[in-house]
């Protein structure tokens, strides 16, 4: 190599020091020079290096509460307790059946539970060595994969979108093998029940004489959809409606959890919109918290969760209720057209109004407070309890009961739902039947001994009078002309005869003016034809005894007028004015009214 070429003198000085190689600390500074601003010099980095920038928060994405609350051990399983002992024992006998079946109505826990079920039966236990356990550790590797879904083990399918029965081949073929790393290779098919019935009819052999190391995990909402063949080969578990006030007290802890704050009518208002349904309740409520105020103050409050859901106030319930009960009608349909205009649906306010019933009814029979949320709720139901009849409430009901049905079909609900209603205010000014038929009974045992007292024998100017002997003796010649079958002649006699003188072959009589022909032949042929005599039949203008229509006639009268008089009928009269007589003897069919004014 040659000698390297001299160095000018007159280079500036920091060319010269630039010709050293930069050392690792310059490097440093002069790149955090170029990314934060000015450099630090070298030792001075070395003695107290640069702080890292912070790395960005990895924000989480939300998870609903209905997802993040689902229970991971049989403990967290709300309402369920029937079948978790039962379960219990199985696993604790070893005797253990080769499928399950879980049904209920929505968001029960049916499957939540077979997931369940699958980490009891894998379990391995914190230490790996633990076998099948009903309180499975959710530490091990099988209880987290699952908890995640990742186990290569456990397989969920949707029989929604997996109907046919090529997916069915599919978990023959594979049920033929091991369990890659579990104990048991489970099965989970959700919504069993949309299955088609080949596939079905394909599952048949398999479900009825699995591999051993195979469970199979049905859940539906429709278990009267599965076949016969099929719930014989499963072990049934019927999955039940959680309480309400289960429901309230776990919503309470979800809040708690949460760090917000919950008014208990508000929760006892999701609790109730639920339905028994764990699943509905948390989402419900996860919109109830998006729903509230925002600030210091944030919390749940019932006015926010009944607006959301379109609920009556308590308040304006009871003020209705009242309404009712005292025969108020403005001041009805001025609290209904109020809840109307907040947006309450009629419908809902009717259903509203049969929970109060429906509860003041159950504290009537158990004798205990009302059921409420509210201290101020409860006294007044205990209060209406007490007041009312159990015949009032039960009419209240069915009243309720018809006008829900009427406003759910009507084309405008809120006039029939005021139609309803006013119609239950009048029927609560009827007095109870009970009392009604005590009270009718005191009063007509008290009218019968003074109508005693005051018509001695034979007195009484209204009551019918004896039929004379002449008409006892014409009625049995008309039954005689009867029995010879002379019915024309009969009606004749019964209709239009008055008898003025009747003797041996002798006959006198008149008749009203309108009948106007000649009607002593056809007598004296039917009195021959009955009697064997021949008999002289006048007609004159002398005012003759009733027909006996008109006798028969008069007797009807007489008979309704001593019973309008009967202490029994005019105090049932004065409870109900408005009352009919109806007459079923008056014609065949029985249709004659006559009106009770």
Known sequence: MGDSPDIPDDLPLEAEEQEAPPTAADLEAAGQSAMFGEAV??????????????????KQPYRVLARKYRPQTFSELIGQEPMVRTLANAIERDRLAHAFLMTGVRGVGKTSTARLIAKALNCVGPDGEGGPTIDPCGQCEPCRAIAEGRHIDVIEMDAASHTGVDDVREIIEAVRYAAVSARYKIYIIDEVHMLSRNAFNALLKT?????????????????????????????RFDLRRIPSELLENHFGWVCEQEGVEAEKEALHMIAAAAEGSVRDGLSILDQAIAHADMGAESKVSAERVRDMLGLADKTAQRRLLAAIFEGDAKALLAALDEQYALGVEPLALLRSLMDLAHRITLAQVSGAEAQAPTPEEREILTEW?????????HRLWQLLLKGHDEVKGAPDPLVSARMALLRILHAADLPDPGRLAKRLEEMAANGVASAATAAPDGGGGDSPTPPPAASLGWQQLVDAVERSGNHLAVSIMRLQVRVVELGPETLRFSRDPKFTDDIAPQLREALLGATGRRWQVEQCDTDGAPSLVEVEQLAREAADAAMRKHPLVEATLEAFPDAEFVDKTASPNGDRRASGR
Not at 45 to 53: D, G, H, N, R, T
Not at 207 to 234: D, Y
């Open 207 to 235: 479900l009825e004489e699995p591999p051993a190391h195979v469970k199979f995990l049905f859940a539906t909402t429709e278990v009267e959809k599965l076949p016969v063949t099929v719930l014989s080969r499963t072990q």
């Open 385 to 393: 309890a007490g007041r009312l009849s159990a015949a009032q409430l």
């Open 41 to 58: 010099p070298a030792a001075e980095s070395e003695a107290k290096p640069a702080p890292a920038p912070a790395a960005p928060e990895s």
